[in-house]
């Protein structure tokens, strides 16, 4: 067809028009399907071929190929197994020690509230306003015993559990 397109204005201009190039372009045509098929037609035939009876010879050469080959390409696939098990597992550490962070700022959150909520509880203001809410008074002198304290004779002395001595007769 590009032919036609580029030999068309050409051959036209010498004063010979379109059809004479499609009768040319057809006669070619026809001229190479001659050459392709020879001088009698084609015609196929079913040959019947038996090759039970022949043995296919072991190549030693291309089984040793064959051979290093598999070896050079599982070698290959370990490398690569090995490469994305250690890959995945950098990520998988990543996202625990991720997750270990947050718990550790959640921890630190709790135990912010937690020291708070102790001041205001041990408040003495606010334990003595309960108190007096309570109607407890402040102690008199001889009330409080320190366990530690060195022994006055005037002071209230606090009971202790002794072993019992047995009585010798």
Request: glycine share 6%; aromatic share 6%; charged share 20%.
């Amino acid at each position: 067809m590009a032919t036609q397109a580029i030999a068309a204005p050409v051959i036209g201009g010498l004063g010979r028009g379109t059809e004479w190039v499609a009768e040319h372009n057809a006669v070619l045509l026809a001229a190479q399907w001659r050459g392709r098929r020879g001088p009698t037609p084609e015609a196929l035939f079913a040959k019947r071929i038996d090759n039970s009876r022949l043995v296919k010879a072991r190549d030693a050469a291309r089984a040793r190929e064959m051979r290093s080959f598999a070896y050079a390409m599982a070698f290959l696939l370990s490398l690569a197994m090995i490469y994305g098990w250690q890959h995945f597992s950098a990520i998988e550490c990543g996202y625990r020690i991720e997750t270990e962070k947050q718990q550790v700022q959640q921890l630190e959150e709790q135990n912010r509230q937690l020291r708070l909520t102790q001041a205001q509880l041990a408040d003495p203001t606010r334990i003595d306003t309960l108190a007096r809410n309570l109607g407890l008074t402040a102690p008199h002198p001889g009330q409080v015993v320190h366990p530690n304290a060195a022994s006055d004779s005037n002071a209230p002395v606090m009971a202790e559990n002794r072993p019992a001595v047995p009585a010798v007769h």
